[in-house]
């Protein structure tokens, strides 16, 4: 029975990976930070681990004697200090690496984000791992990431633990957290589509996620990065028309020029630090580079060198969506 650690295991993609791994006969155990996570993790059929980022003792208790660990655990925000982002996504990867290490794993999978590469605002298509990452300024989630993701890659040791990355578009499924967010946000009519909702983007269920990242564990190659999708493009209108379709909700057509909604983010951005204003602005230019401007990817080497392909169809997906609709 292979053992494996897993970071995240509470969130959105971290439970769906610990019940992909159960499943599969695995013996899973799982960080977590309170009670009622380790319930949670619990009702999954992991062990729960109490420990944080910011321990590698802790870490390393936790790990213990797994021969693979899964560092799903991450800041995702789209507005936050760059040392809150830094903290949680740089050194809280390189605290689990130290941990893995030390406890001698052998293979150490980590979930990134295929935004590393995103620079300045512009169209980017068919993108590939070989892409330069980018480290933008005004994008500490970006940022913090690709930090995170070269040390993830610079750890892999062909002697010792082996190291990879996954690396996906916009992750989404039965749950997804941003989905009441945006619902929030249409209701108050404050939902605008960025440039008409033209843009084209991938789209990765998070399912092919997790099955992604149990082919990387089982792979005997390391030092590697994976784009995973679900192996079609869409714009952003229809991809998030439809997923708010499931929910019952019209998003409406009120769209606002790319250009306009850029400075507008500057602008507001500029007011919450100076003004150190509660809660986060309507909008980011960090928001906008995820969404606004073409940015798909191919998948190639994650088929080639992994032998993926989605497990979950669009269509699967939206469905399961649809009967599991969020209740006001």
Same mark, same amino acid.
């Given at each position: 029975m292979t053992k494996a650690f897993v970071t995240g295991g509470t969130g959105f993609l971290g439970g769906r990976l610990i019940k992909m791994l159960v499943n599969r006969g695995w013996q899973v155990r799982a960080l977590h930070r309170s009670p009622g996570d380790a319930a949670k993790l619990t009702a999954l059929g992991a062990v729960p681990v109490p420990g944080d980022l910011d321990s590698v003792e802790a870490l390393s208790r936790g790990i213990g004697d797994a021969e693979v660990v899964f560092h799903a655990a991450a800041m995702f925000k789209l507005w936050g200090s760059a040392e809150a982002f830094e903290r949680a996504n740089v050194d809280g990867t390189r605290n689990v690496l130290a941990a893995a290490k030390a406890q001698g794993v052998k293979r150490f999978i980590q979930i990134g984000a295929g935004a590393v590469v995103m620079g300045p605002g512009r169209? !980017?298509?068919?993108? /590939?791992? *070989?892409?330069?990452? &980018?480290?933008?300024?005004?994008?500490?989630?970006i940022a913090s990431k690709g930090r995170a993701q070269q040390i993830l890659i610079e750890?892999?040791?062909? &002697?010792? !633990?082996? /190291?990879?990355? $996954?690396?996906?578009? !916009? $992750?989404?499924?039965? *749950?997804?957290? !941003?989905?009441r967010e945006t619902i929030h946000n249409v209701n108050a009519g404050r939902f605008r589509w960025p440039g008409g909702g033209r843009s084209l983007m991938s789209t990765a269920h998070v399912e092919n996620v997790c099955h992604a990242a149990l082919l990387a564990a089982e792979s005997s190659t390391g030092g590697r990065a994976y784009f995973v999708t679900d192996g079609k493009d869409r714009s952003l209108r229809e991809v998030m028309g439809t997923l708010l379709a499931t929910q019952g909700v019209d998003p409406g057509s009120r769209s606002a020029p790319l250009g306009l909604a850029w400075f507008l983010a500057t602008v507001m951005e500029a007011a919450w630090r100076t003004f150190r204003l509660k809660g986060e602005p309507p909008l980011t230019r960090q928001m906008l580079r995820l969404v606004g401007y073409d940015f798909t990817m191919s998948d190639s080497r994650a088929r080639n060198e992994l032998g993926y392909a989605p497990v979950v169809t669009w269509e699967q997906g939206v469905e399961e969506m649809r009967a599991g609709a969020l209740r006001p």
């Open positions: 169209p !980017m298509r068919g993108v /590939t791992e *070989d892409a330069p990452l &980018a480290f933008p300024r005004w994008a500490p989630y750890a892999d040791d062909p &002697a010792g !633990m082996r /190291t990879a990355i $996954i690396l996906p578009p !916009m $992750i989404w499924g039965a *749950d997804m957290p !941003m989905i």
